[in-house]
């Protein structure tokens, strides 16, 4: 009976952060409704509950409750499987949050990140080749080219900060910048480029072309309704959480407090360009990576290469 206690225990310890990951995305979807309202000087939902607090809870029964529509020339197994494995991916990136005390601390979890973060790709590419639509591969070819780039200038940013501090266990990074060390302060430029990465990697404006809807429908979930559609979404949303944290992590540090406050700056970050900022063109999308953030991270390593050796 102790045991199975014990294991009941285990089993919500590692289910709750998962549920509450959740929860906190329903609710940043009404955090951004409102503020998106307010930057557009309307108000946002405000019916459903109390000043429409339970307004997330009303769009995931309409869409889950929906008929899931499944093309008749679609690839069935790879089309039913995608947004699961896509939502599943972007979970997986909340085991590196850095709790102060766990049984689960990955010494390379900056690593990780990265390898975690790139599956997301697979999801996207797959999603839009199943749905057999000119749509949406459309949308998943741009999707693949866009975070492939991305991830290139991210690499070296996370490289710099696990070079600078010596360390790849993102709780040992956390811990180093309290007080008044910070990596923000030592490396602006740096910050600067991972927050332009972290805006394409989540597909946010003004680089959101993977779901461009004025040119591609919406992108390579075009042909996803109910269920499916509401999965890639949740998926979405937690990705743009957890980028808030990591960046946090790595540039800001400091105790819970400090990272919790902190991160809601970063979310609300995300809402405010989205509303203030016009979407780019997609040659300038692929000329701002490959040819001004990629310079500037190459020559920034090359400079830090250069200073410890001449130390």
């Not at 929860?23 to 307010?38: C, I, N, P």
Request: glycine share 10%.
């Amino acid at each position: 009976m102790t045991k199975l206690f014990l294991a009941g225990i285990y089993f919500i310890s590692i289910i709750l952060p998962f549920v509450c990951v959740l929860v906190s995305v329903a609710f940043y979807t009404l955090l951004e409704r409102k503020v998106l309202g307010y930057i557009m000087i309307r108000k946002g939902p405000n019916k459903v509950g109390y000043a429409g607090i339970m307004q997330p809870f009303s769009d995931a029964g309409k869409l889950f409750n929906k008929e899931y529509v499944k093309p008749g020339f679609a690839n069935l197994v790879p089309f039913l499987l995608c947004p699961g494995i896509i939502l599943v991916t972007s979970m997986l990136l909340w085991l590196l949050y850095p709790y102060d005390y766990t049984s689960v601390m990955l010494t390379c979890g900056l690593m990780q990140f990265l390898v975690t973060s790139g599956m997301h790709v697979y999801g996207v590419m797959v999603a839009g080749w199943s749905s057999n639509s000119k749509y949406s591969l459309l949308g998943a070819v741009r999707g693949v080219a866009q975070s492939i780039s991305y991830e290139v200038p991210m690499t070296f940013v996370i490289l710099i900060v696990a070079y600078s501090l010596s360390s790849l266990w993102i709780q040992e990074v956390k811990g180093m910048q309290e007080g008044i060390f910070s990596m923000a302060c030592m490396g602006l430029l740096s910050s600067g480029v991972w927050i332009t990465c972290m805006l394409a990697e989540t597909n946010r404006a003004p680089f959101d072309f993977v779901e461009g809807e004025s040119e591609l429908v919406s992108g390579f979930n075009v042909e996803y309704s109910s269920g499916g559609f509401a999965m890639i979404f949740m998926a979405e949303y937690g990705a743009m959480l957890f980028n808030s944290v990591f960046f946090v992590t790595l540039f800001l540090g400091g105790g819970e407090l400090l990272m919790s406050v902190s991160t809601m700056i970063w979310v609300l970050f995300f809402i405010w360009i989205r509303g203030t900022v016009p979407r780019i063109r997609y040659d300038q999308l692929m000329g701002l990576c490959w040819k001004v953030l990629l310079s500037v991270m190459l020559s920034m390593s090359g400079l830090i290469l250069i200073i410890s050796f001449s130390f």
